[in-house]
């Protein structure tokens, strides 16, 4: 927006769309300091173990300063919630 104080980069992925598409950017490859904003969109439903470790291993690789969303996960009937803070990591129902 026009009254952000800072710039924030934006990138969009969607995962399952059966459209071709350019390969993701490397989030490491930014050595400027500032605000990047990541959407994730994923067709179907997650392998929640899977997500978790992936999760897991961004917020250890990366300074990420929140982390949200709404899961599909296989195996659930109802949408799982997460959200992380730095390092700090939580899921519900």
Do not use: Y
Request: proline share 6%; glycine share 8%.
């Amino acid at each position: 927006p026009d009254r952000a104080l800072v710039d924030i980069d934006r990138v969009f992925l969607h995962v399952g769309s059966g459209e071709s598409a350019a390969a993701p950017p490397k989030l490491n490859e930014n050595p400027e300091p500032g605000v990047r904003c990541v959407s994730i969109r994923v067709d179907g439903s997650l392998d929640l173990d899977v997500f978790n470790r992936w999760v897991l291993t961004m917020l250890s690789d990366f300074e990420v300063l929140r982390a949200k969303g709404v899961l599909a996960a296989a195996g659930h009937d109802q949408k799982l919630a997460f959200q992380a803070v730095h390092a700090a990591f939580d899921g519900t129902p």
